[in-house]
């Protein structure tokens, strides 16, 4: 199976702050690549589709970068209404493994 | 409107059995894939699985970890998805969400507590 990394698990910014969110897979998976935000007690909510893809309705500080094993997530103005629990999830082969998360504090 | 809304959560003992139902609206149902994901309490989001289409001859996919216990089907005259769970332990207690295979819309997730 592709282990998907994301480390840190927490990450501490600011309104205002750019905030670069790393992912890592165990081997190369394209761009087969999905990011989600989700906030306690709500479904994941899709930001990026296929590593740089902005899915429709996502604010364009949202951006996605990265392809083989490196991936990135990148809030170019942090909102309050970012801070969130983000996860990585490749698509490239089942299972369809996800990232530990990175929590936005 | 595209909606997806999960059903049947509970409670239930160790090596019991439930059967979630995942119901649909707004969309081609018998067309798309449809995916389980699963969050344990204070924890990550976990892949369960995933069923595919009538043209992709209904093909499943599982974890490793709910392979050979956890079944997935689907009704396309209802536009409705089910997950049978069987020989439940309780590291199968989570929220469980249906999804559609673009991931860019979910359910609100069902509760399935495994306990004695």
């Known amino acids: 199976d592709i282990q998907m990394t994301q480390s840190p698990t927490s990450l501490s910014a600011s309104v205002g702050d750019r905030v670069t969110i790393p992912c890592r897979a165990s081997q190369s998976i394209g761009t087969y690549l999905n990011w989600y935000q989700q906030k306690p007690g709500r479904a994941p909510k899709l930001l990026i589709y296929?590593?740089?893809g902005l899915q429709r309705g996502v604010p364009s500080r949202f951006s996605g970068s990265g392809s083989g094993t490196d991936f990135t997530l990148t809030i170019s103005s942090l909102q309050r209404e970012d801070f969130a629990t983000y996860y990585c999830?490749?698509?490239?082969?089942?299972?369809?493994?996800f990232g530990q998360g990175t929590k936005l504090e | 409107e595209v909606l997806l809304v999960e059903s049947g959560g509970g409670w239930v003992q160790p090596g019991g059995s439930l059967k979630l139902s995942c119901a649909t609206s707004g969309f081609t149902f018998s067309a798309t894939t449809l995916h389980w994901v699963r969050q344990a309490p204070g924890k990550g989001l976990e892949w369960v699985g995933r069923i595919r289409s009538k043209a992709n001859n209904y093909a499943t996919d599982y974890a490793p970890s709910v392979k050979g216990r956890f079944t997935f089907s689907r009704d396309d005259s209802e536009n409705t998805a089910y997950l049978q769970m069987n020989s439940l332990t309780t590291d199968d207690t989570a929220v469980y969400y249906c999804s559609r295979a673009s991931g860019d819309h979910w359910g609100p997730g069902t509760l399935v507590t495994v306990s004695s």
């Open positions: 999830q490749q698509t490239f082969i089942t299972p369809y493994t």
């Open positions: 296929t590593a740089s």
